[in-house]
T-cell receptor, first 114, second 114 residues
Framework: DQQVKQNSPSLSVQEGRISILNCDYT??????FLWYKKYPAEGPTFLIS?????DKNEDGRFTVFLNKSAKHLSLHIVPSQPGDSAVYFC?????????????FGKGTRLSVIA | DADVTQTPRNRITKTGKRIMLECSQT?????MYWYRQDPGLGLRLIYY???????NKGEISDGYSVSRQAQAKFSLSLESAIPNQTALYFC?????????????FGPGTRLTVL
């Protein structure tokens, strides 16, 4: 069974608008969440993370929101730019109770249209 | 120079052949991982190693083996390759003392088993 779920395989957004990528998790022991970005022919690169003690973390155009009661997190990109077109992976682990390996979702392909 | 390198970058082989994929890192990290990516399935963990004497199975270890030859080197072997092992393989590293628990990925190896 999938512990980290990204239910939207793809998302298309106009340049300048907001992109919202969603992620759900089932393991209540997860206490740390990350987003990775992947371009074709490259490895994934770390984008932003959030600890379970927070509900929001912001870094420039990227903001991650965490709703622990709903076991849901989202990545907001504002404003979206064509260079943001990539596959985005949500990941989670138990950082504070064993530092387990990351568990990844299946990814969402974002296309930002100029 | 890249911090995490993978060789080869592309490999085409035949069913039944033994294949080794190699990963080297200059980041000084103690933890190393092997993932495979398949279309629509995201990143799935094959094996991971928290130090030279530690090897752990991941979600999909059947048909694979690994060797941690040194802190900086982690190789993945397919003893007898089969077509459903055709995928993109990524090596990753992380630092136990890292601030954000992020994993750093190599550029990937595209393996095709005919």
């Amino acid at each position: 069974d999938q512990q980290v779920k990204q239910n939207s395989p793809s998302l298309s957004v106009q340049e300048g608008r907001i992109s919202i990528l969603n992620c759900d998790y089932t393991n209540s022991m997860f206490d740390y969440f990350l987003w990775y970005k992947k371009y074709p022919a490259e490895g994934p690169t770390f984008l932003i993370s959030i600890s379970s003690i927070k509900d929001k973390n912001e870094d420039g155009r990227f903001t991650v929101f965490l709703n622990k009661s709903a076991k849901h997190l989202s990545l907001h990109i504002v404003p979206s730019q064509p260079g943001d077109s990539a596959v985005y992976f949500c990941a989670a682990n138990q950082l504070y109770s064993g530092n387990t390996p990351l568990v990844f979702g299946k990814g969402t392909r974002l296309s930002v249209i100029a | 120079d890249a911090d995490v390198t993978q060789t080869p970058r592309n490999r085409i082989t035949k069913t039944g052949k033994r294949i080794m994929l190699e990963c080297s890192q200059t980041k000084g990290h103690d933890r190393m991982y092997w993932y495979r990516q398949d279309p629509g399935l995201g990143l799935r963990l094959i094996y991971y190693s928290f130090d030279v004497k530690d090897i752990n199975k991941g979600e999909i270890s059947d048909g694979y083996s690994v060797s941690r030859q040194a802190q900086a080197k982690f190789s993945l072997s397919l003893e007898s390759a089969i077509p459903n092992q055709t995928a993109l393989y990524f090596c990753a590293t992380s630092d136990l003392r890292g601030t954000y628990n992020e994993q750093f990925f190599g550029p990937g190896t595209r393996l095709t088993v005919l």
